[in-house]
């Protein structure tokens, strides 16, 4: 009874803090799910919980026993819920003891029952069977976490019937067909590293690409921004949208037409499900915390951060700054893996780019590389010759205007570039034709 009391004390405590900070749910979402939940009124209000959050409603007393439907005596119980005092409990230790409850209790019955089965004359292979099964649900070990080849094999066929009926590309497009044929658009899952020397464009290539996820994919983007407020970046999005030079716009040099244009550019652009996240703070916590909440509230599909090296793995100063750009990439890896979704990383290059003689980025040149390189599924670098000075390509042909997309790895496309056209008045990136 004292146990029953303690374990209906922490779902109390749990569901409070859950109400009264929603967001704590989306940094403990994997630790969390109804069947922690011995008492079937917690568990209702649990799951209405979920879907108020889903739907992005504002949760208090009044509309979570609207959409309870409580009568009197349950508007008693939800009231105590949204009253209890939190102050000395974390959600982090609620989750923990309430798991430790159930495996005590599990325990509890596994003792007693195998000691009625030796009372009993069961033979030793048969209680140590029964020991081994009731361990196996101690472990709290969902069904759908165990690999199963059958389902794994049926995924891989359905997999390749949609590369068959959409000629390969079965990711979300990246909007510019080269690039599509190349690595057959963004795949859930993938880590993407965007590396580029400054002044090369990486933050335009995002920008750009996660753009026409939204515009021609329908696929909601979100972008975290640490170098560059959200104003910027809006003003750089209406640029390339509007091909207004984006000089004109910050020094309001603009006409009649191009008023018009900005104003219809930025009414287009407030339709779409495009996200700027302007990072309050740099904490890994927080970006994986928001990037879940953004995913479940909003169906993000792809994340940009802006850049990696800004995004720092602890609060303290353990280990180098190559051991904590290594920690926030792997990170980044297993969260698009856990969410099946893509993440593109922008990452900065070593400064002795720059002296070589073509000053042309090479893996290695990716800036405290460690981890990056082995958890990137894709690494490409933004290469453009004519900063540097260098008029024509190994092959005789102009560089003006030209951007080299250098896929120096790709786990499941292979390496080789592919050139675009860069407009720099505009930052916009478009397809390598003449007509630019």
């Keep these: 009874m004292h146990d029953e009391l303690i374990k209906y004390e922490l779902e109390t405590s749990l569901?409070?803090?859950?109400?009264?900070?929603?967001?704590?749910?989306?940094?403990?979402?994997?630790?969390?799910?109804?069947?922690?939940?011995?008492?079937?009124?917690?568990k209702r209000i649990y799951e209405q919980f979920l879907v108020m959050q889903s739907e992005q409603k504002d949760i208090d007393l009044l509309s979570m026993s609207k959409a309870l439907g409580c009568n009197h005596e349950e508007n008693i119980q939800l009231s105590n819920v949204f009253s209890a005092d939190t102050q000395f409990i974390s959600v982090k230790s609620a989750i923990d003891s309430l798991h430790e409850q159930s495996r005590k209790k599990t325990m509890q019955t596994l003792i007693t029952e195998a000691q009625n089965k030796y009372l009993n004359g069961e033979s030793t292979d048969d209680i140590i069977a029964f020991i081994n099964k009731m361990n196996a649900k101690m472990m709290i070990v969902q069904d759908s976490d165990v690999a199963d080849i059958r389902l794994q094999m049926k995924?891989?066929?359905?997999?390749?019937?949609?590369?068959?009926?959409?000629?390969?590309?079965?990711?979300?497009?990246?909007?510019?067909?080269?690039?599509?044929?190349?690595?057959?658009?963004?795949?859930g899952t993938d880590l993407v590293i965007i590396g580029a020397a400054s002044s090369m464009g990486k933050t335009s290539l995002a920008l750009n690409l996660a753009y026409n996820a939204v515009k021609h994919a329908d696929a909601p983007a979100l972008i975290f921004s640490y170098e560059m407020s959200v104003n910027q970046l809006i003003m750089r999005l209406v640029a390339l949208e509007s091909e207004i030079p984006i000089r004109w716009i910050q020094n309001g040099e603009l006409k009649d037409e191009d008023i018009r244009r900005v104003q219809q550019t930025a009414s287009d652009i407030i339709e779409r499900k495009i996200y700027i996240d302007e990072c309050k703070q740099t904490s890994l916590n927080y970006l994986i915390s928001k990037t879940r909440q953004y995913v479940h509230s909003c169906g993000i599909k792809l994340v940009f951060v802006d850049y990696l090296q800004l995004v720092t793995a602890s609060t303290g100063s353990k280990g180098t700054r190559e051991q904590e750009v290594s920690k926030v990439a792997r990170a980044l890896k297993n969260l698009a893996k856990e969410l099946n979704i893509t993440i593109v990383a922008l990452s900065q290059l070593n400064r002795g780019v720059g002296f070589r003689a073509e000053s042309k980025p090479t893996l290695s040149d990716l800036r405290e590389s460690g981890e990056i390189e082995q958890?990137?599924?894709?690494?490409?670098?933004?290469?453009?010759?004519?900063?540097?000075?260098?008029?024509?390509?190994?092959?005789?042909?102009?560089?003006?205007?030209?951007?080299?997309?250098?896929?120096?790895?790709?786990?499941?496309?292979?390496?080789?570039?592919?050139?675009?056209?860069?407009?720099s008045e505009l930052t916009k990136f478009k397809e390598n034709t003449l007509d630019f």
């Design 15 to 42: 569901l409070a803090k859950l109400l009264m900070y929603p967001e704590l749910y989306y940094e403990n979402a994997e630790k969390l799910n109804v069947n922690m939940f011995d008492n079937m009124f917690h």
């Design 155 to 187: 995924e891989f066929l359905i997999d390749i019937d949609k590369r068959i009926a959409s000629d390969g590309i079965i990711g979300v497009t990246t909007g510019y067909k080269s690039l599509d044929e190349f690595t057959g658009g963004w795949q």
């Design 375 to 423: 958890a990137a599924d894709v690494v490409a670098l933004v290469y453009r010759p004519e900063y540097y000075g260098i008029n024509q390509d190994e092959n005789g042909e102009s560089t003006q205007g030209k951007a080299q997309i250098i896929f120096a790895k790709g786990r499941n496309i292979g390496v080789g570039t592919v050139t675009l056209n860069f407009i």
